[in-house]
């Protein structure tokens, strides 16, 4: 996923990120999905990247808003997810492995990580699982936004260990439950995540650029204070 110069003379880098997120969370509010922007202006997330990094969150959630523009045009639903997916990939220029979709099932949590294991895409099915920002979804690696145990994150190593060894590259098969807790978040939700399939994603020189994982996901329990409507998921 490479990055492009999207900077304008007159913002900065904090700024240009600011007006992208703010129209993500504007467009997904149309459709019943609240996601904040951030928390404060000042962005503490995004300003302790590097300007490198910086640029690349920037890129991320250009490429976000560039996909719902795109699938809005085409008069096709956010809610289809296999169009929403397929429109993704061509924006992203990732090419995944051609029986991914045959795994995905109608409410499945899908989502795609670069290399550094920062989430750059998610369906709505989960967007509706979280209550991070946008800011701290593209700033922070899955690692540091939640806590596991150890024993599935030693699970999560093998299974990425089998999906980079498959030769040719195809969809990996796997059954991992993952109960995973938000670290930082407002509502700190605990999740029951079934990963069920996983594939690397080839950028246009046919290079490793990232992976997309499907799952079977609900929300087991979240912080009474705050209300979040989401859907559930059967597991």
Request: aromatic residues 10%.
């Amino acid at each position: 996923m490479e990055v492009t110069n999207i900077t304008s003379n007159d913002r900065s880098l904090s700024d240009n990120f600011k007006v992208i997120v703010s129209k993500i969370t504007a467009i997904l509010k149309q459709h019943d999905i609240t996601v904040k922007p951030f928390h404060s202006d000042s962005l503490p997330a995004f300003n302790k990247l590097s300007p490198e990094d910086q640029m690349q969150a920037i890129q991320h959630a250009q490429n976000y808003l560039e996909v719902l523009n795109s699938v809005n045009d085409a008069k096709w639903s956010y809610k289809d997810d296999l169009h929403f997916l397929w429109r993704s990939l061509k924006v992203l220029k990732l090419t995944p492995s051609s029986d991914i979709f045959e795994h995905i099932k109608k409410n499945d949590a899908v989502e795609i990580f670069n290399l550094n294991n920062i989430q750059v895409w998610r369906n709505l099915a989960s967007l509706d699982l979280l209550s991070y920002t946008l800011e701290e979804i593209y700033c922070y690696s899955w690692e540091d936004r939640y806590i596991r145990n150890e024993q599935t994150l030693a699970e999560i190593k093998v299974v990425f260990e089998k999906m980079f060894a498959l030769k040719p590259p195809a969809t990996y098969q796997c059954n991992v439950q993952n109960i995973i807790t938000e670290v930082f978040s407002e509502e700190k939700l605990t999740i029951n995540a079934n990963h069920k399939a996983i594939c690397l994603l080839f950028d246009s020189n046919s290079n490793p650029s990232g992976y997309l994982v499907v799952s079977d996901a609900k929300i087991l329990r979240k912080n009474s204070l705050f209300e979040k409507p989401h859907r559930l998921h059967s597991v």
